[in-house]
């Protein structure tokens, strides 16, 4: 096994649900959009970014706290923050060039990830100092 493909698996193993949401996302992102009740609601794909963004956000800020006791800062933010806004841009990318015209690549979209984004890192860094605060008193008493 190559060094990257062990550091893949490393990271899968660590990551067992950020590793699923990331590839439900991509799934539901490059399948065709099939019609649902649901799809005459206002602005419902945007929703859905939103939600499955802020929600693998929150997946990987907790997962981190899980796997580590004391959270890196860089390794967090990059991990949880820049990392899914660049994978939703990337995935608008693909839907727009590799699709074959099933998918379209919106900045919308883009613009709902990152939107998800940012409350679950919201979310992750509430989590975050709720935990080192528990620690803390754990550790005192």
């Known amino acids: 096994m190559t060094a990257n ?4 698996w490393i990271m899968v193993k660590r990551y067992p649900l950020t590793t699923v949401c990331v ?3 991509w799934v539901l992102c490059l399948m065709p959009i099939p019609e649902t009740p649901l799809s ?3 602005l419902i794909d945007k929703w859905t ?8 956000c929150a997946v990987i800020w907790a997962e981190q ?19 899914p806004v660049l994978m939703g841009g ?7 060039y ?8 919106e900045w919308m979209d883009w613009a709902a990830d990152s ?19 528990y620690r803390r008193g754990n550790a005192a008493g």
């Open 115 to 133: 939107i998800g984004v940012a409350i679950g890192a919201v979310i992750g860094i509430l989590l975050a100092a709720c935990l080192a605060r």
């Open 23 to 25: 590839i439900v996302i």
């Open 65 to 83: 706290l899980r796997c580590y006791h004391k959270l890196a800062w860089p390794r967090a933010i990059v991990g949880a923050i820049v990392v």
């Open 40 to 42: 005459h609601v206002r």
């Open 98 to 105: 590799c699709t074959g015209g099933r998918r379209s690549g």
């Open 5 to 8: 493909m062990k550091n893949l």
């Open 90 to 96: 990337l995935i608008e990318i693909v839907q727009a």
């Open 49 to 56: 970014h939103l939600v499955m963004y802020g929600g693998l």
